[in-house]
Antibody, heavy 124, light 111 residues
Framework: QVQLVESGGGLVKPGGSLRLFCAASGFTFSDYYMSWIRQAPGKGLEWVSDISSSGSTIYYADSVKGRVTVSRDNAKNSLDLQMNSLRVEDTAIYYC?????????????????WGQGTLVTVSS | QSVLTQPPSVSGAPGQRLTISCTGSSSNIGAGFDVHWYQQLPGTAPKLLIYANSNRPSGVPDRFSGSKSGTSASLVITGLQAEDESDYYCQSYDSSLSGSVFGGGTKLTVL
């Protein structure tokens, strides 16, 4: 079955860096856009980034642009999120998700399925 | 402040029909972009409930339905069950923000 497993979360000080990982299985990874979405504790969902199936097209939310880099390795069925200059407000569960469909302007439509998430805590 | 507006909470008795609204603007729902809905049970990852306004993935009961009109969308749950107690989120694309946007979420309580 389709499975996404995130890892790499943890406690980091403000200004620090962290790299998140997402291992995909059960589908042809190289055929799909992939996305990162986060959820601050007790809060709603916030889209973070999309990366095209080849990795050639990448989109970021303004809240993370310039501080975050998404990449993928289709040979290893893996998705990464490198986060630098972390802020307290980046504290959240980070989910990777397979993106489906088409919304417009080259962006994917919806997210299905989602991984179980990995918690990033930014605190001094 | 979420780009898409949802009521923070709704409640209903078992068997009832319930509607959760999702209100956007001319740069997202009103521009014709599709709306998708997710269910997030406590302590778990979101799960796709409705995609492209009104389509149900396989395995989602037909008690759940979606619609879109103008700058708003709705998720309707009929025959409310205790297991429906969850958080629900709508999602669309916003051309001004150049990315996906979510509603703030609605907590559904089954009385």
């Amino acid at each position: 079955q389709v499975q996404l497993v995130e890892s790499g979360g943890g406690l980091v000080k403000p200004g620090g860096s962290l790299r998140l990982f997402c291992a995909a299985s059960g589908f042809t990874f190289s055929d799909y856009y992939m996305s990162w979405i986060r959820q601050a504790p007790g809060k709603g969902l916030e889209w973070v980034s999309d990366i095209s199936s080849s990795g050639s097209t990448i989109y970021y939310a303004d809240s993370v642009k310039g501080r975050v880099t998404v990449s993928r390795d289709n040979a290893k069925n893996s998705l990464d999120l490198q986060m630098n200059s972390l802020r307290v407000e980046d504290t959240a569960i980070y989910y990777c998700a397979r993106a489906r469909g088409y919304s417009g302007y080259g962006h994917p439509g919806w997210f299905d399925p989602w991984g179980q998430g990995t918690l990033v805590t930014v605190s001094s | 402040q979420s780009v898409l507006t949802q009521p923070p909470s709704v409640s209903g008795a078992p068997g009832q029909r319930l509607t959760i609204s999702c209100t956007g603007s001319s740069s997202n729902i009103g521009a014709g972009f599709d709306v998708h809905w997710y269910q997030q049970l406590p302590g778990t990852a979101p799960k796709l409930l409705i995609y492209a306004n009104s389509n149900r993935p396989s395995g989602v009961p037909d008690r759940f339905s979606g619609s879109k009109s103008g700058t708003s969308a709705s998720l309707v749950i009929t025959g409310l069950q205790a297991e429906d107690e969850s958080d629900y989120y709508c999602q669309s694309y916003d051309s001004s923000l150049s990315g996906s946007v979510f509603g703030g979420g609605t907590k559904l309580t089954v009385l």
